[in-house]
């Protein structure tokens, strides 16, 4: 990942309803969600949910799939795994020991 991708990633996320969408369909992981799943479950209204999901997309953190009349929305774990090591990649200046909590903060959940 690069400095642009990670500006275009955070970007996307800096906004309550984007990044709300996003937590959710990571919860969500594999199955994904419906796009009007993730508008009732976030109360949004389902033209201005499509506009969020459109700019997570762009950003690279969500894809959609099509089943049948129904769009399938679902993270992209590995543009999110990107992002997370893009931020903490010289961590600590190489202290491994001062990272150990953030790594294993991170563990339970992954």
Known sequence: MDNDSAIGALGALAQGTRLDAFRLLVRHEPEGLAAGEVAKALDVPQNTMSVHLATLARAGLI?????????????????????TLFLVKDCCGGKAELCAPLIAELNPCC
């Open 63 to 83: 894809w959609s799939e099509r089943r049948s009349r129904v769009i399938n929305y679902r993270a992209n774990l590995d543009q999110l795994k990107a992002l």
